[in-house]
């Protein structure tokens, strides 16, 4: 293993977050408020994860067509203030796709599946 990769998902309601140890090892996943309470979080998420693996985090931010949705807009301007690339992660901006399924251990989270693909096709290539 020489990444994380961590796909980010905002909505109009929420953020969907998933983490993956490649292709088939789902590791973390979460649901959490649209928008974070710091600009900083979305940062500090990344190098928690690459802290506490020890591998860097490559991340993928899925984006609507529109760019002036307000949940892009948001990462946007965060990363507009830090940068996108340190040595503890990564981060692409990535449109948003159709949905394909899969099956992981962590159950009860609802559907991940388009931020698993979109990681695979994303961060793997």
């Known amino acids: 293993m020489d990444s994380i990769w ?5 909505s109009a309601s929420s953020t969907r977050i998933l983490a993956m140890r490649g292709p088939g090892e789902t590791i973390l996943k979460a649901h959490l408020s649209l928008r974070p309470s710091s600009p900083r979080a979305v940062i500090a998420l990344f190098e928690t ?6 591998v860097p985090v490559r991340a993928a931010l899925v984006v609507d ?3 002036s949705c307000p949940s892009t807009s948001l990462y946007r301007d965060t990363f ?3 940068g996108d690339v340190t040595p503890l992660y990564s981060l692409e901006w990535v449109p948003r796709r ?3 399924r899969r099956r992981d251990q962590l159950t009860g989270m609802g559907d991940f599946v388009d931020l698993e693909c979109m990681l695979a096709q994303t961060i793997a290539r």
Do not use: T
């Open 6 to 10: 961590l796909g980010l998902s905002p």
């Open 80 to 82: 507009a203030m830090f």
């Open 65 to 67: 067509d529109a760019s």
């Open 98 to 100: 159709a949905r394909h």
């Open 49 to 54: 994860l690459a802290l506490w693996e020890g």
